[in-house]
């Protein structure tokens, strides 16, 4: 591989893309109490962890600098294309940007952030005439909008993955299980018997995937 010169130290950029998507995400999301604000905020510190390494210093790539090296003696883990580490473990030489890893992380971003944007509006509906939620994405899992930010951070993880994120994403995911719980709580407060139907055929975060198959295949029925 061609030697190019040091991609980081650019605190800039990694300020703008982690406000960039920072607000991105808060446009969808739209928190409005304090729960929602520390769940956001956790978001945010984990876009901030992977921004910083990703354009301001390589902690991981530094930390494994000797091993990189040795095991893969072609690449120049000072540039950009070489964070994404695991198209250059495993060996695709062209543009990272198209490589496998690189397209799953589209889908997994994207697929996240749509998800959290269709729960909000019909979670905002619900709450807007005092019903609860169970259409769209709640029909498939009763916590979209958590499973929307678990993808997003999956699909940077897989994108470019560091030693921080690694370590924050399962703080994270724990944080979102944990919340998930307190809401469901009060749901069973203000909803009785009725949420609890609703939850005896509403998986929390891992949809049936043969309902799902099976409601694709109605829609596709003339």
């Known amino acids: 591989m061609v030697e190019q010169s040091s991609a980081?130290?650019?605190?800039g950029l990694a300020i703008i893309n982690s406000a960039i998507f920072i607000l991105f995400a808060l446009s969808f999301f739209k928190p409005r109490t304090g729960r929602?604000?520390?769940?956001?905020?956790a978001f945010s510190a984990f876009l901030v962890a992977l921004?910083?390494?990703?354009?301001?210093?390589?902690?991981?790539?530094?930390?494994f600098s000797g091993w990189l090296q040795s095991r893969y003696p072609g690449v120049d883990w000072l540039s950009h294309d070489a964070g994404h580490l695991l198209e250059m473990m495993f060996g695709w030489r062209l543009n990272p940007h198209f490589g496998p890893f690189h397209v799953l992380s589209f889908?997994?971003?994207?697929?996240?952030f749509v998800l959290i944007a269709t729960a909000w509006r019909v979670l905002y509906e619900a709450?807007?005439?005092?019903r609860l939620a169970t259409g769209g994405p709640y029909a498939s899992v009763r916590h979209p909008q958590y499973v929307g930010f678990i993808?997003?951070?999956?699909g940077f993880l897989v994108q470019w993955p560091t030693l921080l994120?690694?370590?924050?994403?399962?703080?994270?995911v724990g944080m979102?299980?944990?919340?998930?719980?307190i809401e469901e709580r009060e749901a069973r407060k203000e909803f009785g018997e009725a949420y609890d139907r609703y939850a005896a055929r509403v998986p929390a975060f891992f949809p049936h995937v043969a309902r799902l198959f099976g409601s694709a295949g109605k829609r596709g029925a003339p």
């Not at 929602?36 to 905020?41: A, C, E, L, Y």
């Not at 921004?51 to 930390?63: C, K, R, S, V």
């Not at 709450?127 to 005092?130: D, L, M």
């Open 151 to 154: 993808l997003v951070m999956a």
């Open 127 to 130: 709450q807007r005439h005092n």
């Open 165 to 172: 994120t690694l370590a924050i994403f399962p703080v994270l």
């Open 107 to 112: 889908f997994l971003i994207g697929g996240g």
């Open 36 to 41: 929602d604000w520390r769940s956001f905020g």
């Open 176 to 181: 979102y299980v944990r919340l998930s719980f």
């Open 8 to 11: 980081y130290g650019l605190w």
């Open 51 to 63: 921004f910083a390494e990703m354009y301001g210093f390589p902690l991981t790539i530094y930390l």
